[in-house]
């Protein structure tokens, strides 16, 4: 793209908003433009490209270029241990819609955990010497100090799941909420009376959004919430193996059982195999996700679909824009934007 390197009319350099408003546009798509991606129209293109050409604006990241601050490097930082990273399908799924749309760019990427106290310290020093552009945080918990450090450090961030509803980060995530409600209606529907969920984390704001959408169901649909119903997990197969026997000792009566992830609910079914519970027949099982493990599963899962990949490429295109804002981050605006995808339920034959 050619550009006019002068400053504006005024004598100081024209700003990212100032071109997206004369090109009636958002900042956003201002910066894929300057970043070269494909996923911009050519009509919108051309009308960045003439108000690059008559402000005289020198793209950010040339201008931060020149100036040696800019690593043209972005972080993906997992707060988890690596054997969680690999053993759960939704990880792939981020990284996969990440990697997909840093492909149109010339960021590099790097993968970094922090599962554990010295994986923290480090990484810590290594923000500190402002080493990366950018940070997406995956699978944060919510009492995790790395939101609170980024900010200290003003370093652009966004982060997969808010840690509550007031999240300081700007955040992208999926109807949790509509999602939890969604799989309990469907099996309400089905007749099922004793209806049980197994948790994910209880840190996890995404997990209480989802109790909350089951509860509600619940009670929308006259029923009273059974505490006793309600077992806790947290993520893992063999968490959904734990308290799926936990359940069938506690309530035997259980005919229904929502997973809040495909992982515990391959775990739930192991048992109910074992404990002679046919499925749906006896038990009828919905899991979360529908990641591979739910196409896979005999029978056929039915599973609450995030659409993780998108999630992905959402949250690049966040971090893009806070790079982009010229200034420290409280100067971007009071209220951090909040992304939230939908869900969608996919049934299939374990309901």
Known sequence: MAVNAGR??????????????????GRGTVSRVINGSPRVSDATRAAVEAAVAELGYVPNTAARALAANRTDAIALVVPEPETRFFAEPYFSDMLRGVGAELSDTEMQLLLI???????????????AAHRVDGVLLVSVHAHDPLPDLLLQLDIPAVISGPRSEHEALPSVDSDNYGGGR?????????????????????DVYGAQRRIDGY????????????????????????GGRRAMTELLARRP??????????????????????????????VALVGY????????????????????????????????DEIAAPGPSVSRGPAPRQVVLPTELVVRASS
């Open 8 to 25: 504006g009319r005024n004598g100081r350099r024209p700003t990212l908003e100032e071109v997206a408003a004369r090109a009636g546009v």
């Open 113 to 127: 955990f922090a599962g554990n106290d010295r994986e923290r310290r480090r990484l810590a020093q290594y923000l």
């Open 182 to 202: 969604s799989a309990v209606e469907h099996l309400i529907d089905r007749g099922r009376a004793q209806i049980a969920t197994i948790t994910g984390r209880v």
């Open 215 to 238: 509860r509600d169901a619940l009670r929308e649909a006259g029923r009273e919430v059974d505490e006793g119903l309600i077992l806790p997990g947290d993520f893992t197969e063999e």
């Open 253 to 282: 009566d259980v005919d229904a059982v929502f997973a809040e992830s495909d992982v515990m609910a391959a775990g739930a079914r192991q048992v109910l195999r074992e404990a002679g519970r046919r499925i749906p027949d006896d």
């Open 289 to 320: 996700d529908d990641s591979a493990i739910a196409r896979h599963m005999d029978p056929p899962l039915t599973s609450v679909r995030q659409p993780i990949e998108e999630m992905g490429r959402a949250m690049i295109d966040l971090l893009q």
